[in-house]
């Protein structure tokens, strides 16, 4: 019988089950994963704020799904080799990879890149840390006096980065436009540990990096503590000023991590998987873990850090065309 001949009820009927049958296909998907250990891809080197703050995570979330999680580290090519990995995964749920600022910075900073937007779907956004401007032991301690510095440009003044387009390379370009400084220049490295050990040594004149990894090097005198990016002061840092209170509120910056899956992976898991992080976030002990660290539990459903990311790209790719940035 042609579907137009169909009586109006019959067909409401038709409809309501295949909607029944789609919806305990998700349930069974949902009820069913995991049942085998899972992989998440973090782009960036072993010790970073990125990998610790996953393992963090990771670990409750592992303890919640009742499966392994193994972290696996994927560093290379500004967070492009590990993100690749994930793109061309089996959308199964068992490959999930995570995301920084310069997952969103490098779809204007790269004229073409080995996947599209279209090629991960969001689960969740994680967490959320600020980042501390911090400068070498031979430097001015002040940021006032450190700017003073830079501003005359001789010699002019070198910045570490975890490699070009990534979050503290922008910032780095933001604060020298911002303030002035004079033919400051960007110094990549494959990693926050490599970019820590020349600022220690002078060999780069300042950096922004994560609280957390800088707090035990702060403490200890090795490098001045200029500024926090955060809205307020830090609880690890009370003594360090924000970056508004020093009178450059547009610089305010914390550095995220988000969770994306293969494109094609069941609603179901993706759904889950953002629930269960959501639980992991709402725990009090979590959430005094991470404070501790310098970092906040975010979560929230795959809806929602969409939105972030398309604002995410919509703004760096403004920051990324007004400073003429480009990696190719």
């Known amino acids: 019988m042609p579907p137009a001949s169909i009586p109006l009820r019959f067909r409401c009927l038709l409809l309501a ?15 069913g994963y995991p049942n085998r250990p899972l992989r998440v891809v973090v782009p960036y080197p072993p010790g970073g704020n990125t990998d610790d703050m996953t393992r963090e995570v990771m670990k409750e979330l592992s303890a919640r799904l009742g499966q392994t999680i193994v972290v696996d580290n994927k560093p290379g090519a500004n967070s492009i080799i590990g993100t690749e990995s994930v793109a061309k995964s089996a959308p199964d749920g068992y490959t999930l990879g995570v995301v920084i600022g310069a997952y969103a ?58 490699g070009k387009g990534g979050v503290n390379h922008i910032l780095g370009e933001r604060f020298a436009v911002a303030t002035g400084l004079r033919g400051a220049f960007d ?25 957390p ?78 404070a501790r660290k310098g970092s906040e539990g975010i979560g929230g459903t795959p809806a929602e850090f969409g939105a972030f990311l398309r604002e995410e790209v919509d703004t760096a790719g403004q920051i990324v065309r007004r400073l003429g940035l480009s990696a190719d």
């Open 17 to 31: 089950v295949a909607a029944l049958a789609s919806t305990g296909a998700a349930a069974q998907a949902d009820a």
């Open 105 to 162: 910075i490098n779809q204007s900073l790269y004229k073409k890149l080995p996947y599209t937007p279209q090629s991960l779907v969001p689960v969740s956004l994680m967490t959320r840390t600020a980042l501390v401007l911090v400068a070498a032991p031979q430097m001015p301690g002040a940021f006032k006096d450190f700017v003073a510095l830079g501003q005359k440009g001789q010699p002019p003044l070198s910045y570490a980065t975890s």
């Open 187 to 211: 110094v990549a490295y494959k990693g926050s540990n490599e970019a820590r050990g020349d600022l220690l040594t002078g060999r780069v004149q300042f950096s922004f990096d994560a609280i």
């Open 213 to 290: 990894t800088m707090e035990p090097h702060i403490a200890k005198g090795a490098v001045h503590a200029l500024a926090v990016t955060s809205h307020q002061r830090s609880p690890q840092l009370p003594n360090v000023p924000t970056i508004g209170e020093l009178g450059h509120p547009e610089l305010v910056t914390y550095a995220w991590a988000g969770l994306l899956a293969p494109a094609g992976t069941p609603p179901a898991i993706v759904d889950k998987l953002s629930r269960e992080i959501a639980q992991v976030m709402k725990n009090p002990e979590f959430q005094q873990r991470l």
